[in-house]
């Protein structure tokens, strides 16, 4: 069943729980997250990036993705996470996406607001949903405090930013990053920030830059020869503490990468005769289901889609 985020991040809003957003790139790593999401009995947001698109094929992505999502009956939506030109979002819209990112913030605050209102001009007569950003997503620890408030969602812009475009959902600037080296000292988000968001603005909130580095996976990767040294992620305590300041969905990318590359070196380095992709690629879905099943019960929405 798919359906929209909209849809998705309101109950969690109202159940206090977040929904994770897994980026996909292949089969395996769909199948990994709706497996997972089947055996929590957990919503899910599948989402793909621009650049997964031209990896995969638009088609074939958001095929594979209706052709599971029709055989769950878990709340599951097929989210484009962020399209940067229009012309993307439009080639999702036509092909049955629910949700859309228009990731703007790179620009200017008028331009973001024009741009993120074409988006919703287009996508919410279709009943899809939008999510924008601003801010922009950079560690905080060696930031002033003038610098901080440079580049971190600020919530007065924020509430002027939602009501002037219309948007569903809005990605927060709080000191989350992409990718595996988070930070290079102590974790650090601004949770201040993050309450006076959630006080000032009547909006869906999400986390991008969330994927937590678990030791266990590095130590995996590393061991069969990955060079991730200094690599480190949020701290599961940090994402329990978002959760509860109002954010509904998590996005992950980096801890399933991790997870599936790592699972691939393993079975590369311990069995050298193997040459059957089958038995490369189906223990690096089950290492990535492993962890997409831990992200929904940190995130709560485990049991939330009986
Ligand atoms: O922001 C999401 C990703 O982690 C970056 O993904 O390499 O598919 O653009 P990408
Ligand atoms: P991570 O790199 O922390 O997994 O973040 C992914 C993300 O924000 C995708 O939009
Ligand atoms: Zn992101």
Redesign the pocket.
């Known amino acids: 069943m798919l359906v929209t985020n909209k849809k998705i991040m309101s109950a969690a809003m109202s159940g206090k729980y977040a929904v994770g957003a897994f980026?996909i790139?292949n089969l395996e790593i769909l199948q990994a997250v709706v497996e997972a999401a089947v055996e929590e009995e957990s919503p899910a947001i599948i989402a793909m990036?621009?650049?997964?698109i031209k990896y995969a094929g638009l088609e074939y992505l958001a095929s594979l993705v209706k052709i599971a999502a029709k055989d769950v009956s878990l709340p599951m939506s097929l989210h484009l996470?962020?399209g940067k030109e229009l012309e993307t979002v439009k080639s999702c819209i036509d092909a049955g996406f629910t949700s859309v990112m228009i990731d703007a913030s790179h620009l200017s605050f008028e331009e973001n607001v024009a741009v993120t209102s074409k988006v919703v001009a287009l996508a919410h007569p279709k009943g899809v949903s939008v999510e924008a950003e601003l801010g922009r997503l950079a560690g905080i620890e060696e930031e002033t405090v003038a610098d901080e408030d440079a580049v971190l969602t600020d919530p007065d812009s924020a509430k002027e930013f939602v009501k002037r475009t219309g948007v569903d959902a809005l990605a927060v600037a709080i000191g989350t990053s992409?990718?595996a080296y988070k930070f290079k000292g102590e974790p650090r988000l601004d949770f201040e920030r993050l309450k006076t968001i959630r006080e000032k603005v009547d909006v869906l909130l999400v986390l991008?830059g969330a994927s937590s580095v678990p030791s266990w996976i590095i130590e995996r990767a590393t061991k069969y020869g990955a060079e991730l040294g200094g690599a480190k992620g949020i701290p599961e305590g940090h994402i329990r503490r978002a959760i509860s300041l109002g954010v509904s969905k998590i996005?992950i990318?980096?801890d399933l990468r991790l997870a599936f590359t790592g699972a691939v070196r393993e079975v590369l380095a311990t069995a050298p005769k193997q040459y059957d992709p089958r038995k490369i690629l189906g223990p690096a879905k089950e290492a990535t289901k492993t962890v997409v099943k831990g992200k929904m019960s940190l995130f709560g929405s485990a049991g939330k889609a009986p």
């Open positions: 980026n790139n990036t621009p650049s997964a996470d962020h992409h990718g991008h996005n990318d980096t």
